[in-house]
């Protein structure tokens, strides 16, 4: 309701001047007005009784300087290597570091891995847990993995099975893998020197019931040698595997010629090439220089001849020969032989590894060959291929480093283009020679 204001009349006198006069106001309107202030009032003291106030951490740094223990316990979780996740009453996530998070483990708050519930329960129930939980694909991505988990009972709720839960994962793939791997050697080893050192036994008992019989001695003394230099082979191979895997530290990589490398492999090849009647052929491009160790540049392309040798058929030819592509020096092995199925490729540069084991002991193969040549291309900085079909042959593919000088003569060229093919054998390309490479 408006207010009447009453009009005032000015005489000579200030003080005598008349006061403006205000009207009443309603009973009615007074009786609302206090209403609403109640009510209004009365909402915001319910609100402020009924707030719950939050906990607030202190995390001030004290006055010695130092950080608080809270956080500097959180910081440690989120830097260690092992996944940790804590895990309520409910199974419900309430701490998981980046190293769980990073395993796929864990999305918003839930964990993904049944077993780990399983495991986070069974350690509800009785304080500590210790089991080997394997990680699917599905979860983890890339590969399935293995985990070491260690699941522990923090404290007592109010009633069984109502404590939060921590676990503790570790990832032990690798370890479980070189596990597997030394397993293995061990197994393979063992099974390589029994079949020499059994045929030596024998031999030497055929040969003491045949010492009247001269033509039967050399014949089976003949064969003792053939076993003995097996034998010898395999140590010596094993010795060389052991160095290259880091037993001995790489000696200075020094340039070295490939045609040296190529023809030191070549002359160490020809006589079981020979017996074959297999032509080895020499070809490529000339004056490349690389760094490394020549004696083990030599073995890894002495055992790619001698591997072709082993598998080609009589009467054919192998090709080796280098090239200069993208800032390293390619020497290619190539014959026609028996080819490798394409289920074996990825295997062929495994210790003991071989694509027909019955051929093994016409062969004398030790299996450990490619694996060395593996390493040493590991070792110098470079990679070893395969392409191969079967019933047509294949192709190994050492590749070495250039050294400096020969890096840049490579850069400075047509840099990106391919190189024209060298028909390392000599002669005109075969129209239906396979051309593709691993």
Same mark, same amino acid.
């Given at each position: 309701m408006p207010?009447?204001?009453?009009?005032?009349?000015?005489?000579?006198?200030?003080a005598?001047?008349?006061?403006?006069?205000i009207?009443?106001v309603?009973?009615s %309107?007074? &009786? =609302?007005?206090g209403?609403v202030?109640?009510?209004? @009032?009365? $909402?915001?003291?319910?609100? /402020?009784l009924?707030?719950?106030?939050?906990?607030?951490v202190?995390?001030?740094?004290?006055?010695d300087g130092?950080a608080?223990?809270?956080v500097?316990?959180r910081?440690?979780?989120?830097l260690?290597?092992?996944a940790?996740?804590?895990?309520?009453?409910?199974? %419900?996530v &309430? =701490?998981a570091n980046?190293?769980?998070?990073?395993l @796929?483990i $864990?999305?918003d708050?839930? /964990?993904?891995?049944?077993e780990?519930?399983?495991?986070?329960?069974?350690?509800?129930?009785?304080?500590?847990r210790r089991?080997e939980v394997s990680l699917p694909?599905?979860?983890?991505?890339g590969?399935p993995?293995?985990?070491g988990?260690?699941?522990?009972?923090?404290e007592?709720?109010?009633g069984?099975?109502?404590?939060?839960?921590?676990?503790?994962?570790?990832?032990?793939t690798?370890?479980?893998?070189v596990?597997?791997?030394?397993?293995?050697?061990v197994?393979n080893?063992?099974h390589?020197l029994?079949?020499p050192v059994?045929?030596?036994?024998?031999l030497?008992?055929a040969?003491?019931?045949?010492?009247?019989?001269?033509e039967?001695v050399r014949?089976?003394?003949?064969r003792?040698?053939h076993?003995?230099?097996?034998?010898?082979?395999?140590v010596?191979e094993?010795?060389?595997?052991s160095?290259?895997?880091g037993?001995?530290p790489?000696p200075?990589?020094v340039?070295?010629e490939?045609d040296?490398v190529?023809?030191e492999a070549v002359d160490?090849?020809?006589?079981?090439a020979s017996?074959?009647?297999?032509t080895?052929v020499?070809?490529g491009?000339?004056?490349l220089?690389v760094?490394?160790?020549e004696?083990q540049?030599?073995?890894?392309?002495?055992?790619?001849?001698?591997?072709?040798?082993t598998y080609s058929?009589?009467q054919?030819?192998i090709?080796v020969?280098?090239?200069a592509?993208?800032?390293?020096?390619?020497?290619?092995?190539t014959d026609?032989?028996?080819?490798?199925?394409?289920e074996?490729?990825s295997?062929?540069f495994?210790r003991?590894?071989?694509v027909?084991?019955?051929?093994a002991?016409?062969?004398?193969?030790t299996?450990l060959?490619l694996a060395?040549?593996?390493?040493v291309?590991t070792?110098?900085?470079?990679?070893?291929?395969?392409w191969s079909?079967e019933?047509?042959?294949?192709?190994f593919?050492?590749?070495?480093p250039l050294?400096?000088?020969?890096?840049?003569a490579?850069?400075?060229?047509?840099?990106g283009?391919?190189?024209?093919?060298?028909?390392?054998?000599?002669?005109p390309p075969a129209?239906?020679?396979?051309?593709?490479?691993?």
């Amino acid at each position: 309701m408006p207010v009447r204001r009453a009009a005032v009349t000015h005489t000579g006198d200030p003080a005598r001047w008349e006061r403006p006069s205000i009207a009443p106001v309603s009973p009615s %309107v007074a &009786l =609302l007005a206090g209403f609403v202030v109640g009510v209004v @009032g009365g $909402v915001l003291i319910a609100a /402020l009784l009924r707030r719950r106030p939050r906990p607030v951490v202190d995390q001030a740094v004290p006055a010695d300087g130092s950080a608080p223990e809270a956080v500097l316990s959180r910081r440690l979780l989120d830097l260690i290597d092992p996944a940790v996740v804590l895990l309520d009453p409910d199974d %419900v996530v &309430l =701490l998981a570091n980046p190293a769980a998070r990073g395993l @796929g483990i $864990v999305r918003d708050t839930r /964990l993904l891995v049944p077993e780990l519930l399983e495991l986070a329960r069974t350690a509800r129930d009785g304080g500590r847990r210790r089991a080997e939980v394997s990680l699917p694909a599905s979860v983890v991505g890339g590969g399935p993995r293995q985990v070491g988990v260690l699941g522990v009972r923090l404290e007592g709720g109010p009633g069984p099975g109502t404590a939060p839960v921590a676990l503790v994962l570790q990832d032990l793939t690798e370890a479980r893998r070189v596990e597997a791997v030394r397993r293995d050697f061990v197994a393979n080893v063992g099974h390589e020197l029994k079949t020499p050192v059994g045929a030596l036994s024998l031999l030497a008992e055929a040969v003491e019931d045949a010492a009247d019989d001269p033509e039967t001695v050399r014949r089976f003394a003949s064969r003792m040698t053939h076993e003995a230099d097996r034998l010898s082979r395999l140590v010596r191979e094993l010795i060389d595997l052991s160095r290259l895997q880091g037993g001995e530290p790489l000696p200075e990589l020094v340039p070295v010629e490939v045609d040296t490398v190529i023809a030191e492999a070549v002359d160490r090849t020809k006589l079981a090439a020979s017996a074959k009647q297999v032509t080895i052929v020499a070809g490529g491009e000339r004056g490349l220089v690389v760094r490394g160790v020549e004696s083990q540049l030599a073995t890894a392309v002495t055992n790619l001849l001698a591997n072709a040798v082993t598998y080609s058929p009589d009467q054919t030819r192998i090709a080796v020969g280098a090239r200069a592509r993208a800032g390293f020096a390619e020497i290619t092995v190539t014959d026609s032989g028996i080819g490798i199925p394409r289920e074996d490729r990825s295997r062929v540069f495994e210790r003991f590894y071989r694509v027909d084991q019955s051929r093994a002991s016409r062969t004398g193969g030790t299996g450990l060959g490619l694996a060395i040549v593996k390493h040493v291309a590991t070792n110098h900085g470079g990679s070893v291929s395969v392409w191969s079909e079967e019933g047509l042959g294949s192709t190994f593919t050492l590749r070495i480093p250039l050294a400096a000088a020969d890096r840049a003569a490579t850069d400075t060229g047509s840099a990106g283009d391919e190189p024209a093919d060298h028909d390392l054998a000599g002669g005109p390309p075969a129209a239906d020679a396979p051309k593709g490479r691993s």
